[in-house]
């Protein structure tokens, strides 16, 4: 046994954990759940997910069975009543003291025969080899069943054959009617708080569902079976925090996108990607998409506001353009349109011939609307 293998197994000891648990009444997955929320008091249900690398329906049975032994207790979150955190009973924390004091007395007792520059070394040490052992853990948590690594949330294609995204901005946002085109024309103008944006960033690995990043809070991510959830909680907290996602998709499968809530920006290139249809339901301040090349009828609908959009597709591929709501400026392959009121409809002329096109509807009104190659 070499000096990684002694340090290793000293650091992770099964027989410790189990007799901690069995002294306290658990199992040893339970008392890893346990540490966790006693180490970040309210995560949520889906954070434990996260964490502890057990399914959500694992941590439900986990945190049923912590609340019965009276170790825990589930709360609404004040600022999202459809938000649970997690917290320790603090009459309950003096158990967990006592079964795990003993082992760090003696550790306490062994560190200090170590002059104080060795017991920082050794402190130094086991500190980054719990954070190499804790980004191990998630890669290959991401590789099965999908999950954060180093900041950035993969999920694996395993044996998907089609993909559907759902992104749900929680963007706090505001509403107004108004009828800035005419008495045809009426429109819904939005006023958001905080940005909200979004960005396709190409395709992701063969082998890979997704890849995310983020900036701003972490929202919930989920993905399993070719589905993958994307949701932004709207709290009260974060009414001014912008938020901004990078996500790239599998070039292998056809893809479903259905974004919620409205966007501030929308932006990237889903070229590589087989997109079947995206849907953008509560308008975008900014859009401008490269869109990629279709080999069916693929289906582009945006129901709500639009500041400016641009679209952009392969040059030959032809389209058809469904408009419902005034828009002030249209240029379409070349073509100008100023002040449209109404329900229109302009198709290329290639259109009806062609198997792979675009149908491009925008129901709700814009200032600004280019589509062109």
Do not use: C, K
């Amino acid at each position: 046994m070499n000096d990684i293998d002694r340090i290793r197994q000293a650091l992770h000891h099964p027989g410790y954990e189990e007799a901690v648990a069995d002294r306290l009444g658990l199992n040893p997955t339970d008392l890893r759940v346990l540490d966790l929320v006693v180490a970040e008091p309210g995560l949520t249900p889906g954070r434990l997910v996260e964490l502890s690398g057990l399914t959500s329906g694992a941590i439900t049975g986990v945190l049923d069975r912590l609340e019965a032994a009276g170790y825990v207790e589930r709360r609404p979150d004040p600022d999202d009543r459809r938000s649970v955190g997690v917290q320790p009973v603090a009459d309950r924390l003096a158990d967990l003291e006592a079964a795990r004091g003993p082992l760090r007395g003696e550790l306490d007792r062994l560190l200090a025969g170590f002059r104080p520059e060795e017991r920082a070394a050794i402190v130094g040490f086991l500190g980054s080899a719990g954070d190499l052992a804790a980004t191990e853990s998630a890669r290959l948590r991401a590789t099965t069943r999908g999950g954060f690594v180093a900041g950035e949330y993969l999920a694996p294609l395993a044996s998907a054959d089609r993909g559907r995204l759902v992104y749900a901005s929680g963007a706090p946002r505001l509403s107004m009617n108004l009828a800035p085109f005419g008495p045809e024309a009426a429109a819904r103008v939005i006023v958001e708080t905080s940005a909200s944006r979004l960005g396709f960033v190409g395709t992701a690995a063969p082998d890979t569902l997704l890849r995310a990043s983020f900036d701003g809070p972490r929202p919930d991510v989920q993905a399993s079976g070719g589905s993958a959830t994307i949701r932004y909680r709207r709290r009260a907290g974060a009414a001014f925090s912008s938020r901004a996602a990078r996500v790239a998709l599998n070039p292998t499968i056809p893809w479903s996108i259905e974004l919620e809530g409205g966007l501030t920006d929308l932006t990237g290139s889903l070229a590589g990607v087989a997109l079947a249809r995206l849907e953008v339901d509560g308008g975008a301040n900014h859009v401008d998409l490269e869109l990629p090349r279709p080999t069916a009828t693929s289906i582009v609908s945006i129901r709500g506001v639009v500041s400016s959009a641009r679209f952009r597709r392969p040059a030959g591929v032809p389209v058809a353009l469904r408009v419902d709501g005034g828009i002030s400026h249209l240029r379409l392959d070349g073509e100008r349109f100023e002040r449209l009121a109404g329900e229109r409809r302009f198709t290329s002329e290639a259109f009806a011939g062609s198997e792979a096109r675009y149908e491009i509807e925008l129901l709700g009104g814009a200032s600004d609307l280019r589509i062109g190659t």
